[in-house]
């Protein structure tokens, strides 16, 4: 079946650095992928939607130039968290939806991406 | 704009108990509607969905849920409960099945 995978799975840096958190679809392609962000017993926050091909939509309260996302191909979405800070520390997750005769099937969601800024 | 109303929390039920987890969501247009569950430490499954047809819709570990358009409503339910089913479940509804809104979840301890 569809996979969507990511990388790393857990990552820890320094407050002022960048992160880079690279989500792929294994076996389909994807034009549009989703990212989202959970806090710690709380449910996912939808942040962005990132398009192959051309600028990523943001979704309201969320800073485009702290979490630059890159749709480098049919099957590679990016996203960096730039000068990260502890309060940015989160479990990221990215989602992909697979197509099925010219309309949407189901979305496939990565592992997760545990980010912890000290 | 949609939005997703999971009204419990918590619910503790003793293992071999049925539960039922509630979900009610707003939407000015017809949406697509899931149950997400996520096991602690990992990522999100998808328990079932509805897309159209049938109300009643049945998903993997024996959950199902009713589909119930005039209470905006789609509660999820299982006979009897097993220990492993401790989980968070989240409730979501999609437009189109791509952006998916999702509930603040639901956490269910079995207790034995």
């Known amino acids: 079946g569809a996979v969507v995978s990511q990388h790393p799975s857990r990552v820890i840096c320094k407050s002022g650095t960048s992160v880079k958190i690279e989500c792929r679809s294994l076996d389909f392609q994807a034009t549009t992928m989703f990212w989202y962000r959970q806090f710690p017993k709380q449910s996912l926050m939808l942040m962005a939607t990132s398009n192959e091909g051309s600028k990523a939509t943001y979704e309201q309260g969320v800073e485009k130039d702290k979490f630059l996302i890159n749709h480098a191909s049919l099957t590679l979405s990016t996203l960096t968290v730039t000068s990260a800070h502890p309060e940015d520390s989160s479990f990221y997750i990215c989602?992909?939806?697979?197509?099925?005769?010219?309309?949407?099937?189901?979305?496939?969601f990565g592992p997760g991406t545990r980010l912890t800024v000290l | 704009a949609q939005s997703v109303t999971q009204l419990d929390s918590q619910v503790p039920v003793f293992e071999e108990a049925p539960v039922e987890l509630r979900c009610n969501y707003s939407?000015?247009?017809?949406?697509?509607l899931f149950w997400y569950v996520q096991y602690p430490n990992q990522g999100l499954q998808l328990l079932l969905k509805y897309l159209s047809g049938s109300t009643l819709v049945k998903g993997i570990n024996g959950f199902e849920a009713e589909f119930n358009k005039s209470q905006t409503s789609f509660h999820l339910r299982k006979p009897s409960v097993h220990i492993s089913d401790t989980a968070e479940y989240f409730c979501?509804?999609?437009?189109?099945?791509?952006?998916?809104?999702f509930g603040k979840g639901t956490r269910l301890h079995i207790l034995p």
């Open positions: 989602s992909a939806p697979r197509l099925t005769g010219g309309s949407t099937d189901t979305q496939y």
């Open positions: 939407s000015s247009v017809s949406v697509y």
């Open positions: 979501a509804v999609s437009v189109n099945g791509d952006k998916i809104i």
